[in-house]
């Protein structure tokens, strides 16, 4: 059984930071992409940033300068430095792995930033 385990969310008020790791264990082989993805209420899921196994990365043009994504490959483990934190970025984050053809969710942990 493959599971992520997400940690690091909470509550912070604005213009704090907060670091997200998710790590990933068992059964799995092969990581390709890892990333985190977010959603609000009545919003759809959204990426956040992500990073390919060579090193590739995507951010969300709203956390560009803000949000910084990092691996450690040793460990299957994904972070995202989360700094400069906006009320809009408040939502549940959740840690997606690809790993050969098949996408892995975290349960997601939730992010609440006040203003």
């Known amino acids: 059984q493959v599971q992520l385990v997400e940690s690091g969310g909470g509550l912070v008020q604005t213009g704090g930071s907060l670091r997200l790791s998710c790590a990933a264990s068992?059964?799995?082989?092969?990581?390709?992409?890892m990333g985190w993805y977010r959603q609000t209420p009545g919003e759809r899921r959204e990426l956040v940033a992500q990073?390919?196994?060579?090193?590739?990365?995507d951010y969300a043009a709203s956390v560009l300068g803000r949000f910084t994504i990092s691996r450690d490959n040793a460990k299957n483990t994904v972070y995202l430095q989360m700094n400069s934190l906006k009320p809009e970025d408040t939502a549940v984050y959740y840690c997606?792995?690809?790993?050969?053809?098949?996408?892995?969710w975290g349960q997601g942990t939730q992010v609440t930033v006040s203003s």
């Open positions: 997606r792995v690809v790993a050969s053809f098949t996408v892995y």
């Open positions: 068992g059964s799995i082989f092969s990581i390709n992409t």
């Open positions: 990073m390919t196994s060579g090193g590739r990365t």
